[in-house]
C-alpha cells in the first residue's frame, strides 16, 4: 500500500487501508498509533511529506502540481503541512538540496 503510495489519493481514509488490509478499522487505527506513534492522518501527513522530499529533488514539478499529486487539498495545505513537518518550506528544502538535483 506504501509503495503503491496509495496515500497520495486525496480522499484516502482508514477504512479503505483497513480493507486493503483486510482487517477493521479500529485494530487499525490502535496498530497505527502504537508502530507509528500517531494517528492515522498524521501518519499519512508524513507519508505524503516524504514522498514530497523525493520529489523536490528530484522532479521540476510546480508546488502546485506536486500538492495535487499527493493528494493534498490545496498548495497552502501542501506548504503548511510540509512546513510544519520539516521546519522548512517545500521552496526551501528545494533550494537547500539544488545538488541533488543537478546530480540527477
Not at 497505527?32 to 529533488?57: C, D, H, P
Not at 518550506?89 to 543537478?102: A, G, V
Request: charged letters at 25%.
Amino acid at each position: 500500500w506504501v509503495e503503491e503510495k496509495a496515500f497520495c489519493k486525496s480522499d484516502i481514509t482508514i477504512m479503505d487501508l483497513s480493507k486493503y488490509v483486510g482487517t477493521n478499522r479500529t485494530y487499525l487505527s490502535k496498530y497505527i498509533n502504537t508502530v507509528y506513534g500517531q494517528s492515522f492522518r498524521n501518519w499519512i501527513a508524513e507519508l505524503r511529506v516524504e514522498e514530497a522530499k523525493r520529489m523536490l529533488v528530484e522532479q521540476h514539478m510546480s508546488l502546485t502540481e506536486m500538492s495535487a499529486c499527493l493528494g493534498f487539498t490545496s498548495s497552502s495545505a501542501f506548504s503548511r503541512t510540509f512546513t510544519q513537518l520539516t521546519g522548512v518550506t517545500p521552496t526551501t528544502y528545494r533550494k537547500n538540496n539544488k545538488y541533488k538535483i543537478e546530480a540527477i
